[in-house]
């Protein structure tokens, strides 16, 4: 699986978007982009993924280069509860299975 | 409700001692895995299992064992050979091992 770069930390107001990028040069063309957060001491959530297209449900949207060389995720009005840890992990859904989560990004919404 | 649960939330043991840590999971998951996850890092995978009666090493499988008798069940024992056992542990669960996983709220060991 790819390896996924992402900066340790960003602040975001309440109400204004949050903008989260990650870094995958390496990614092949069977690996989807997922992303995953995980509020303290709680166990990870899904949030949205997608393989080339851009995705939206009701959490989040993921935007993905056309190169498919990087991809942004977004809340588009964070709250407080927004306030975690949030993981961007490569893989293909299909062969053998490692499932690789990085440090993340720290988001912190500050009211 | 559907979900995934593991208990206890806190557990405490003492050096040498193995203790096993309980995962079910009542959402029809074919695939379930096994995380530890370090203050201030990400989570690494121990073992996982694709179908009943069949799992596959992870990362840092050493000192970890596994059994999956039945698809609701995965509990992981962490042995004395581990030699760093205090962790938070995450159990997680897909409908196939290429899908999203769904996370337990996990487990926070402390070797004393």
């Known amino acids: 699986d790819a390896k996924t770069t992402q900066p340790p930390s960003m602040d975001c107001a309440e109400g204004k978007a949050a903008n989260l990028p990650c870094n995958h040069s390496t990614i092949s063309g069977n690996e989807y982009v997922y992303w995953y957060r995980q509020i303290h001491s709680q166990g990870p959530q899904y949030i949205i993924h997608g393989l080339k297209n851009n995705e939206t449900n009701e959490m989040a949207s993921l935007i993905i280069t056309e190169d498919r060389k990087s991809s942004t995720l977004i809340l588009p009005h964070a709250t407080l509860r927004d306030t975690a840890v949030y993981y961007c992990?490569?893989?293909?859904?299909?062969?053998?299975?490692?499932?690789?989560f990085g440090a993340g990004t720290r988001l912190f919404v500050k009211a | 409700d559907g979900g995934i649960t593991q208990s206890p939330k806190y557990l405490f043991r003492k050096e040498g001692q193995n203790v096993t840590l309980s995962c079910e999971q009542n959402?029809?998951?074919?695939?379930m895995y096994w995380y530890r996850q370090d203050p201030g890092q990400g989570l690494r995978l121990i073992y996982y299992?694709?179908?009943?009666?069949?799992?596959q090493k992870g990362d840092i499988a050493e000192g970890y064992s596994v059994s999956r008798e039945k698809k609701e069940s995965f509990p992981l024992t962490v042995t004395s050979a581990q030699k760093n056992p205090t962790a938070f542990y995450l159990c997680a669960s897909s409908r196939g091992h290429g899908n999203e996983q769904f996370f337990g709220p996990g487990t926070r060991l402390t070797v004393l």
């Open positions: 959402l029809n998951h074919d695939a």
């Open positions: 299992s694709q179908i009943v009666n069949d799992f």
């Open positions: 992990i490569v893989r293909a859904n299909t062969g053998g299975f490692k499932t690789i």
